[in-house]
């Protein structure tokens, strides 16, 4: 056999070793445009129609859902410059100096200049006009009633400055809220720092996230980045300076999203106040598995959205290389950007799809604390007068709890929820915008009345009518729940006993 020459030998093995490097190139490339750009498409079609809702049968999914994939492309910008710059930097402990540290207070006008004035922290705003927002929450919005619009504006915490932030007034009679009206601009700054809702060029900010390295996070939602105690809108707000517990001694992490707060492990807290700040972003963390997630208790329904427990962390503090720090929700006033996210993506779960049957009046029952004492009574006023308008009625307990399906179906299909106060009234979040919530309230000269289901109301453009007398709601009466109820039959079904 004739030897190859040496030349044809190395010939050769350049082309092989050219092709080679093209055949790499060529897949570098591809890898490049599915990390880059795979972010704008949704994965499957569940995902896709993952916050889809409709409002009075007008399609909410579209408008949403592209303005949050967007919003989250943003995010996984701000994410990987942050990445790259870290792999450039020795880890570090967090610097915390009591005679330097500032506080940066959420509620205050001041907050992003303050935030903007520390080295590191980004922070990404989700801005539209009034029109813009218009198109993708719910269009409109009730006033709320009561048999006495005075006790309840005057003596019940979160009154009438917070009905008024809603855009909303007290009726004496549920057929003087009407058909509703728009949605007021106001509304929108509740959970935004004071005075910074509406920028320059007349966008509002509806939402934001603070994206940092090297962070600790606290269960009572604070956080410290070196000099700065950063306090989020939330329950128990305190503001004085504090390092808190030093970075050395707790567990560091690489990637967390904190939606942690006080109260976070209560049914209300955590439903109303934890969940709405992961919803917007599910996209960015769906995509990111690895990303932990801080959280104060475990939020019952955090599982509905496709999070898994196993990235969950229950601790004091946790030590965060790169902190995801949402905006927070202020205790017992629902914003109104995050609870409808929320709204939507409940409404559309894959294994519940959306009904717009709505026949059922709902009664919640407790049994543990302010119950109806007249619950039985109650429930027989209630049957007689919906079988008259072909609506059945559900008795909602909490001895045993129905199971998720059922609760899911069973608030999803109400057309009114009669209750009084209490936790169980955080499952309107599964129900139509115009549901009728009927609620007792529970006051006293000692303790003044929460309103934060009218707020929720508010929030999510649910109705509303509230219940006071100068006496505990356990001893509210079939007859003074008859009332607010035959206002209704009358004004939707033209029901006259």
């Not at 049968?57 to 942050?82: C, D, F, M, P």
């Not at 006033?143 to 009154?159: F, I, P, Q, T, V």
């Not at 209300?268 to 917007?280: D, N, Q, V």
């Not at 307990?397 to 106060?421: K, Q, W, Y």
Request: proline share 5%.
């Amino acid at each position: 056999m004739t030897p190859t020459p040496l030349s044809r030998r190395i010939g050769v093995k350049r082309i092989i070793l050219i092709l080679v490097v093209i055949v790499v190139l060529m897949m570098v490339v591809q890898v490049f445009k599915i990390f880059r750009f795979e972010i704008s498409k949704p994965t499957d079609e569940r995902e896709t129609n993952m916050v889809i809702n409709t409002v009075n049968g007008e399609t909410l999914s579209h408008a949403l859902w592209i303005r949050l994939k967007r919003y989250n492309s943003e995010i996984e910008e701000v994410r990987l410059r942050l990445k790259r710059s870290l792999l450039k930097t020795q880890q570090r402990h967090v610097k915390c100096d009591f005679e330097r540290i500032q506080v940066a207070d959420a509620q205050s006008p001041n907050y992003f200049n303050i935030i903007t004035r520390a080295s590191e922290i980004e922070t990404l705003t989700l801005e539209d006009n009034i029109d813009d927002v218009m198109k993708y929450l719910a269009d409109r919005y009730y006033d709320y009633a009561s048999n006495d619009c005075r006790l309840l504006e005057d003596k019940c915490k979160y009154g009438q400055y917070f009905g008024h932030r809603y855009g909303a007034r007290c009726s004496s009679n549920i057929a003087q809220t009407g058909s509703g009206h728009p949605l007021s601009s106001d509304a929108l700054g509740i959970g935004i720092p004071d005075n910074t809702t509406i920028q320059k060029d007349g966008r509002h900010i509806v939402t934001f996230i603070h994206i940092m390295p090297n962070a600790i996070s606290f269960d009572d939602g604070n956080v410290i980045r070196d000099h700065l105690k950063i306090v989020p809108q939330k329950c128990k707000r305190v503001l004085k300076k504090t390092c808190s517990q030093s970075s050395k001694s707790t567990a560091r992490y690489s990637e967390v999203f904190t939606i942690a707060q006080s109260w976070g492990e209560a049914f209300y807290h955590g439903t109303l106040e934890e969940l709405p700040k992961i919803a917007p972003y599910l996209y960015f963390l769906k995509r990111h598995p690895e990303i932990m997630i801080h959280v104060k208790g475990r939020p019952k329904y955090l599982s509905l959205l496709g999070i898994n427990n196993s990235r969950l962390i229950e601790a004091q503090s946790i030590h965060a290389d790169i902190l995801y720090m949402p905006a927070g929700s202020p205790c017992g006033r629902s914003p109104l950007f995050i609870t409808q996210v929320l709204a939507n993506i409940v409404a559309t779960l894959p294994d519940h799809p959306p009904s717009t049957i709505r026949d059922t009046v709902v009664l919640i029952k407790r049994t543990k604390s302010r119950w109806f004492t007249q619950h039985d009574a109650i429930l027989r006023m209630l049957r007689k007068h919906s079988a008259q308008v072909n609506l059945s009625v559900e008795v909602f307990g909490d001895n045993p709890l129905p199971s998720l399906n059922r609760t899911i179906d069973m608030f999803r299909r109400a057309e009114i929820v009669v209750a009084p106060h209490g936790a169980g009234e955080s499952n309107l979040i599964f129900s139509h915008p115009d549901t009728l919530l009927i609620e007792g309230l529970c006051y006293d000269s000692d303790a003044l009345a929460n309103l934060c289901y009218r707020n929720m109301a508010q929030a999510l453009g649910l109705r509303y009518y509230g219940l006071i007398y100068r006496h505990q709601c356990m001893k509210i009466t079939a007859n003074q729940i008859e009332e607010p109820l035959l206002e209704y039959f009358k004004l939707k079904f033209n029901y006259r006993p």
